[in-house]
């Protein structure tokens, strides 16, 4: 398993408004809506990242901060 990820600033210059148009897209929702926004999108972004190792390392990172 490939357990390095691009930690590089990918999103510049638009990192700020990702997110906020992520914000954005959470005005107005109770916790359990917002909740299945974040498994859509995170569904959506898997299929377009589509490699497993990737997928795998991205999820052991986001659970250990």
């Keep these: 398993m490939n357990n390095t990820l691009n930690t590089d600033d ?4 638009h990192g700020d ?3 906020e ?3 954005t897209a959470h005005e107005g929702l109770d916790f359990d809506q917002s909740a299945a ?3 859509r999108l995170v569904l959506l972004l898997a299929n377009e990242v589509g490699d497993f190792d990737t997928l795998a390392a991205a999820i052991k990172r986001a659970s250990k901060s």
């Design 37 to 39: 926004l974040n498994a």
């Design 21 to 23: 148009l992520l914000m």
């Design 10 to 13: 990918r999103l510049h210059p």
């Design 17 to 19: 408004d990702f997110y």
